[in-house]
C-alpha cells in the first residue's frame, strides 16, 4: 500500500516561499508519476504541477514561472517549490501518485499579511 506524507505547509505573508515535501512509501519510485493539487473550501481539487516520468513536468497556469516541482527519487521524495506566495495561493494542498492512485493527508499553506 502506497503512503504518501506532507510536510512544509504554513503561514507566510504575501511575495513569501514555502517548500513542500511529499515522502513515498514504496518501491521504484523513480517511475511513479507524482503531482501537486491544492483544494479550497466549496472547490475541487486542481492539478497545480506534475512530474511525470515519461511526459515531464507540467504547470498550472496560475501557478507556472512562480512554482517548480521537483524530486529527489533516491530519498522517494517530491518536491514543490512555492515563490511570489499570493492571497489566491492559499489552500490545502495535496500530493497524488499514479501508484496505488494515492493522496497524501495534505498540509495549509496560507497566504496572509
Known amino acids: 500500500q502506497v503512503r504518501l506524507v506532507e510536510s512544509g505547509g504554513g503561514l507566510v505573508q504575501p511575495g513569501g516561499s514555502l517548500r513542500l515535501s511529499c515522502v513515498a512509501s514504496g518501491n521504484r519510485f523513480s517511475f511513479w508519476d507524482m503531482s501537486w493539487h491544492r483544494q479550497t473550501p466549496g472547490n475541487q481539487r486542481e492539478e497545480v504541477a506534475a512530474i511525470r516520468a515519461r511526459a515531464g513536468i507540467t504547470y498550472d497556469d496560475s501557478v507556472r514561472g512562480r512554482f517548480t516541482i521537483s524530486r529527489d527519487n533516491a530519498k522517494n521524495t517530491v518536491f514543490l517549490q512555492m515563490n511570489n506566495l499570493q492571497p489566491e495561493d492559499t489552500a490545502v494542498y495535496f500530493c497524488?501518485?499514479?501508484?496505488?492512485?494515492?493522496w497524501g493527508q495534505g498540509t495549509q499553506v496560507t497566504v496572509s499579511s
Open positions: 497524488h501518485s499514479n501508484v496505488g492512485d494515492a
